[in-house]
């Protein structure tokens, strides 16, 4: 009984031992699962053998697997509608002298401050680009205290020759408008620049010279020059 033991014993043995070096072996479908066999690179770039790779083309291939193809760069349009726009025009004011309101002979009440110069070019010398532009057109304007305002024109009429009426709005200001009206180099108008809490007159000053003073809109009514002027 115990030799019929002892072989049983040993031929179980011979068979574990058998089968252990069967799983063990290359060709055996056991050794082949999911979880020894070795995983496919999910992009081919990464998958070169050192025979495959020549000068640069690993690089290559990195970069590719890295960088997407290039694409069509688009700027949303919000921030296209907040690039400022380019004036094809600057209207300033040249030989640019501050008049003294005290040794006025006529004291506007209504006048911060006044100035007396020249605007370049000159409103007769703009009107062909006036059209040219037409409302999209943009105008830079620079007042004499050195704000800078732009306008685009939303009204040009032209009584032929040099006369004209140029009515402009100003960017970024919800009601802020510009009004010019020119005879060959005479200027008159009105700059309401509410965005800078400032209020623009322009009067003629005579050889294409203009006064432009920068008033205060509630004292026009206690104005007595101005109330005189009106009575006329």
Not at 76 to 87: D, H, T
Not at 107 to 124: F, V
Not at 144 to 170: C, E, H, L, W
Request: hydrophobic fraction near 35%; include cysteine.
């Amino acid at each position: 009984m115990k030799f019929g033991r002892f072989v049983l014993f040993a031929t179980l043995l011979v068979l574990m031992t058998v089968l252990f070096l069967w799983t063990r072996s290359p060709d055996s479908p056991v050794s082949k699962s999911p979880e020894t066999e070795p995983k496919q690179s999910e992009n081919p770039g990464l998958s070169l053998t050192p025979d495959e790779i020549e000068e640069g083309q690993l690089v290559d291939s990195l970069e590719r697997s890295i960088d997407p193809a290039p694409q069509d760069h688009v700027v949303p349009s919000s921030l296209m509608s907040s690039v400022s726009p380019v004036p094809f025009e600057s209207l300033s004011m040249s030989e640019l002298e501050e008049v003294n309101l005290d040794n006025a002979g006529e004291q506007h009440s209504h006048k911060i401050r006044e100035w007396k110069g020249r605007i370049e070019p000159s409103l007769s010398d703009l009107k062909d680009k006036l059209k040219s532009e037409g409302e999209e057109g943009v105008v830079a304007i620079t007042l004499p205290d050195a704000t800078q305002i732009q306008m685009t024109r939303m009204r040009y009429q032209s009584f032929g020759g040099n006369q004209g009426v140029i009515t402009g709005k100003i960017i970024g200001d919800t009601f802020g408008e510009v009004i010019l009206s020119y005879v060959n180099q005479a200027v008159a108008g009105s700059i309401h620049d509410y965005r800078n809490d400032a209020v623009w007159e322009i009067r003629n000053a005579g050889e294409g010279s203009q006064y432009i003073a920068q008033v205060d809109v509630n004292a026009l009514g206690e104005c007595g020059v101005c109330k005189a002027e009106h009575e006329e």
